[in-house]
């Protein structure tokens, strides 16, 4: 459904498209806005998103959820496709579209025969400046977000346990506040919040357009400067530059609710991102990958085959950020242990694992798996769409994605060890038990 | 000696006016096994798409769950694999295999990159034949159904559709949970896993869709080397119409803020020749994106929900039709109200010339989406098999769209919905 919140956001990252006749092309347009073009003539079909470099973290305090409620909001119509317009024709034309919103940025796709390119820019790009937006839409809309929050959060124990821990776990900056807002601070926004908003931040130089699939390449830039490069831009996205301050102590939330009947362990850690440290986060995921994705992982090797005390344990590296990245990690015991146990048993092996089980012959399966998920990663018209899309919108460049595979060859067990023991170290994390 | 005749038919698909030409072949190997290939070589990659008829339906009584255990243990031990070999295998070589179970079907997706191909049926050739299903791991992956059961019951969406099922059909072996209860699990044994396993990968009832960069030739030893050896046996489908269907609503009372709707009436199977005629009607009132009469009456115009949608939801020879929604907990008396009105609206009235045609483009212009990567590609061609649609659906479909009259549609919505039959399965604290 439209809108889809990124809170955890499992979508597993590498890549590596470089050298390849299907490497997309990138240009600016006079406003500053980037263009990315992506051929694939499998099908006639196009795919089009645009990836807006905001999200909930230019929010100002107090008005948490704006960001996502403008994006709800964008559907509403404008003078010279009112109402409803926009989404009857991409359905009468047997398209698909949807939107979603997180901290560092929002984004709109649709996906649809390769014949309605222009209408389709031509809606895109209206829409960015031309909304027509009523009261009442912002008064029925507030409505469908409450239910939304009430249906993703606040009926759902483990997410209100995620949204506590994030909240701890970064104090200051905005990762610690819901994308979706709380529900007090959305029940407050009002109809100038929401315009002032969309007139400050929906502008081309804030923005990257993909298209991926059947598409021409002159085609595609004549279409863009025609209808996006004549917006006019606005001023830079804000960038608020904050951080947290290191957390040294050991912190347990626990969520307890009636509802309850599998207790779940959980550590969040705050670590390092793409963008801080592109080598480095790579070698952390490749290390994540090995230690703890799926039943192959050795946290899941020694802790469910062969220990037995899980039923299931596992973790993955999200670094795609502007500000600080996040690994996840989480657990669920077979019988009833003290997350401090848990959080034990686990550091242990992972311990272990560093010291012994991560053998050089594992390291090579795991670079070769790599490799491999590079071509199924361009299966698709979407899929590239979304990689490229994020990874520039989060501060990535085209020539970082061009590199990834060298850097991939260019990392060493040894680089993986020393990625994982500072995550062993690392005191910024919160640790989180849901039970009943 | 070797002479033998390869039943061998090439068809090409058109899609939309934009000359759009796919070519699909539909072969049979020297073991007599007929599945449809669309070579592409744009990746270097192989997809494959395929399912044996007869899915968690099969489950004895008192042994729910069997047939989902079997297929979650098909990679947890094979003949030349223990479960750890096998993952670190599949990860090598950059191989994909997945099997589920649903009620009438056992799905498999199968993909592998070009230069593993070899290594890639060769894994799925242990799962599918040699799979030993050692005790430890039946233990291990029993701990784990039992902890996601009790996920499930914590969370007010499955409950909802869960409980929905258990009350919907009457028919006790279809609204069975496919994962069985912890209590089913218990008993299940083996004997009774390897059983399930032995009777439930028959040649006769398999279809196979693949896609890639493969030529016929090799795509037809392969498909011999992983199923050529299953035995021949024919196959009634269970479900062949519905027992009763309950009418009504049942509440679940359950602390939390909003509350989930389930609710369904009967539909029509994949095979009734009204199937494409009633899926149009569904598209108008609950389905396809953000423009259905359900979504714009009750979010859009009245903010009501988030979330709101109807689906049909076919077996081979009967069908439901389900819907759910979820609103705080006193919004549910007026959001229900407002379900059967646009029920009985669609009974009454139909739907509108407009939205006929309307409905009539989507079907047409989204076929495409389907060809944008391999392994919907390979599910296309599975599907259409599994359901007889016939090797010139392709050409057929637009035809089929084009035909359907909208006094036609009208007579079925008058026929088929009937707000009086809902049932509404209602988990929260609803104030009604």
Known sequence: MRSVLFIIFLFYFSFSFSNEKTSPHLFKLKNGMDVIIIENKRAPVIAQMIWYNFGSGIEEKGKSGLAHFMEHLMFKGTRKFPDNYYSNYISKVGGSENAFTSYDYTAYYQVFPKSELKKMMKMEADRMTNLTLTKENVEIEKRVILEERFQRIESDPSSKLDESMRSILFPNHYYGRPIIGWR??????????????????????????????????????????????????????????????????????????????????????????????????IALDMGLKIVASGTASLLYQNLVEEKKIFSVVGGYFQGLTKGEGNVYLYAISKEKKPSSEIDSIIMNEFREIINEKLTPKRFEIEKKKYFFDTIYKKDGVLNPAQIYGEAL???????????????????????????????????NYVIGELSN | MRAIFFFFLTFIIFL???????????????????FWLIEDKSLPLVSMSFSFKGGSILDPIGKDGVMNLMTSLLDEGTQ????????????????????????????????????????????????????????????????????????????ISTIASNKFNEFFFKDKLIGRNTKGTLKTLSTISRDDIESIYKSSFIKDRL??????????????????????????????????????????????????????????QKGLGRKDEDYFAARVINYVLGG????????????????????????????????????????????????????????KKIKTNGITKTELQNAKT???????????????????????????????????????????????????????????????????????
Do not use: C
């Open chain 1, 184 to 281: 007090h601070e959305i029940e407050g926004l009002t109809y100038e919040d929401v315009l002032s908003f969309y007139k400050d931040n929906y502008k081309p130089n804030n923005a990257i357009l993909v298209l991926s699939g059947d598409v021409d390449l002159e085609k595609a830039k004549k279409l863009s400067k025609k209808y996006y490069g004549k917006i006019r831009k606005g001023k830079k996205e804000k960038k608020l530059k904050v951080t947290d301050p290191d957390l040294d102590t050991n912190i347990f939330v626990k969520m307890k609710h009636s509802t309850v009947k599998q207790p779940i362990w959980k550590k969040f850690y705050r670590t390092i991102s793409y963008k801080s440290d592109v080598q480095s986060s």
């Open chain 2, 207 to 264: 279809v196979i869709g693949i896609s890639g960069d493969i030529d016929p030739s090799l795509a037809k030893k392969y498909v011999d080397y992983v199923f050529g050896d299953l035995k021949s046996e024919k196959f009634k489908n269970p479900i062949s119409k519905l027992k009763e269907l309950s009418e009504g609503r049942k509440i679940i009372k359950m602390k939390t803020p909003q509350t989930t709707v389930v609710f369904g």
């Open chain 2, 80 to 155: 030349n694999f223990t479960a750890s070999e096998y993952r670190l295998f599949k990860r090598e070589n950059g191989i994909k295999i997945s099997f589920s179970s649903s009620k009438e079907r056992v799905e498999g997706t199968f993909q592998v990159v070009k230069p593993r191909l070899q290594e890639g049926f060769y894994l799925l050739f242990e799962s599918i034949n040699k799979a030993r299903f050692p005790i430890n791991e039946i233990k291990k992956v029993k701990s784990q159904v039992k902890a996601s059961i009790k996920i499930d019951n914590s969370n």
């Open chain 2, 288 to 343: 396809g994106g953000f423009q259905s009469r359900l979504y714009k009456e009750i979010r859009e115009a009245n903010g009501l929900v988030y979330s709101i949608y109807s689906y049909l939801m076919p077996y081979e020879y009967a069908g439901v039709i389900v819907g759910g929604f979820q609103t705080r907990n006193e919004n549910v008396g007026t959001t229900i109200e407002k379900v059967k009105s646009e029920w």
């Open chain 2, 16 to 34: 939309n006016k934009n000359s759009f030409a796919i070519q699909f072949e539909s072969l049979k190997t020297k073991n007599g096994i007929k």
């Open chain 1, 393 to 427: 919108t989060v501060g990535l460049t085209l020539d970082d994605i061009k590199k990834w595979q060298e850097r991939v060859d260019n990392i060493s067990l040894n680089d993986v060890k020393k990625v994982l023991e500072e995550l062993y170290d690392n005191g």
């Open chain 2, 362 to 432: 989507y079907y047409k212009g989204s076929f495409s989406r389907n060809f944008t990567s391999t392994m919907s590609i390979a599910s296309l061609l599975m599907i259409v098999q599994y359901y007889d649609l016939g090797e010139d659906y392709f050409r057929k479909r637009d035809l089929i769209i084009d035909d359907l009259k909208l006094n036609e549609i009208n007579n079925l919505a008058k026929k088929l919905f009937d707000s009086e039959s809902l049932f509404f399965m209602i988990v929260g604290e609803p104030k009604i």
